[in-house]
């Protein structure tokens, strides 16, 4: 059975850091995608961050670009996104998700997806 489970939330000031860490079973971790997704208040989600464990290739939203940085430790089969300068507009509730073809921003590339990490981000 696939698990990811995403930790790491947390209330933080503008400016300030977090890192996220989804933990990730069942399933081949070294040949996989996975990727990470936000849901603000009143949107919808959104393609944050993806990496390709195979290969190393990721994926990164133009609004997190220069800020976020994902990366992957096959050693404990989990997959981090360290969020810097955070912003008001970075608060929401953060996914991750596994099983894509591609690394990609479109959660219908993913089959399968863990629970969400708030993340709140005060001005």
């Known amino acids: 059975e696939v698990q990811l489970q995403a930790s790491g939330g947390g209330l933080v000031q503008a400016g300030g850091s977090l890192r996220l860490s989804c933990a990730a079973s069942?399933?081949?971790?070294?040949?996989?995608?996975i990727g990470w997704f936000r849901r603000a208040p009143g949107k919808e989600r959104e393609g944050v961050s993806c990496i390709s464990t195979s290969d190393g290739s990721t994926y990164y939203a133009d609004s997190v670009k220069g800020r976020f940085t994902i990366s992957s430790d096959s050693a404990k089969n989990t997959v981090y996104l360290q969020m810097n300068s955070l912003k008001p507009e970075d608060t929401a509730v953060y996914y991750c998700a596994t099983d894509a073809i591609v690394c990609g921003a479109n959660e219908e590339l993913y089959a399968h997806w863990g629970q969400g990490t708030q993340v709140t981000v005060s001005s």
């Open positions: 069942g399933f081949i971790f070294d040949d996989n995608v």
